[in-house]
């Protein structure tokens, strides 16, 4: 689960537009990094708390498990806000 100081980045960079290089563990317990677009917050439908997000490396909607996110800082770029419709 992200510690409070990860969920202040990730919420700041939701309101401000900032791309983000978040180190995240999958469900198979694999980690990774990648730079991600953070969209909003949500509930899915299986009731997990999750990050929709652009990723850059395969440019497309993902869904990151909330609790899977590891760190989150920022790269310094910044992306212009999406047109996107929750999946």
Known sequence: MPTPDVTAV???AIH???VLRVTYRA???S???QEIEPLAIRFNHAKHRVLWCWSRGVEHI???IWD???DAVETGATFA???WTEP
């Open 16 to 18: 401000d537009c900032l």
């Open 31 to 33: 980690v990774g990094t």
């Open 68 to 70: 899977g996110i590891e």
């Open 10 to 12: 990730v919420e700041r």
């Open 27 to 29: 469900l198979d317990g």
């Open 81 to 83: 806000p999406r047109q």
């Open 62 to 64: 993902e869904e990151l």
